[in-house]
């Protein structure tokens, strides 16, 4: 019978590294506050959540190739909001952010996390940050420890 490999949801004993983009900053601090309370809540310690700023979501990337380097998390949480202007600069930066994390998790071989909001308007990112539809800084948080989790029982 075939093995079925799943990521629990406990993160005692787990490092997190969570990176935020400064820039839009009303957004990614409630991004913040939500990826720390489900840490917390799925039994990650204190100490062992550190947080990085960053000045915006383009420098997001290589923060978190650097703290991949490090070899001393479990997993890295980016955090940051895209909010489209009057021009299409939104669409190069939401692209290159996340085409930039994708390649960091997969070179690093570490669950590196998109929590990066893209929205049209201000009202639409509000939501995505704790009202309506939810806080997507803790949805983000939730998946890394279950990736780390599932990288874990892999070993």
């Given amino acids: 019978m075939a093995k079925n490999y799943e990521g629990i949801l406990i993160g005692q004993g787990l490092k997190f590294v969570v990176i935020v983009s400064r820039f839009n900053e009303l957004i990614t601090a409630k991004l913040l506050e939500g990826a720390r309370d489900a840490l917390l809540r799925h039994g990650v310690n204190e100490e062992d959540i550190d947080v990085v700023w960053t000045p ?8 978190a190739k ?23 600069h939104s669409e190069y930066v939401a692209s290159e952010v996340n085409r930039g994390i994708g390649k960091v998790s997969l070179d690093a071989g570490l669950p590196v ?10 009202e639409q990112a509000i939501q995505r940050e704790g009202a309506k539809e939810g806080n997507k800084g803790f949805a983000a948080a939730v998946s890394a420890i279950e990736m780390a989790n599932l990288l874990k029982a892999l070993q």
């Fill in 66 to 88: 650097k703290l991949a380097e490090i070899g001393k998390y479990n997993s890295v949480v980016c955090l940051g909001a895209v909010i489209r202007g009057g021009t299409s």
């Fill in 113 to 122: 996390i998109q929590g990066i909001i893209t929205a049209d308007t201000l």
């Fill in 56 to 63: 915006g979501c383009l420098e997001i990337p290589l923060m």
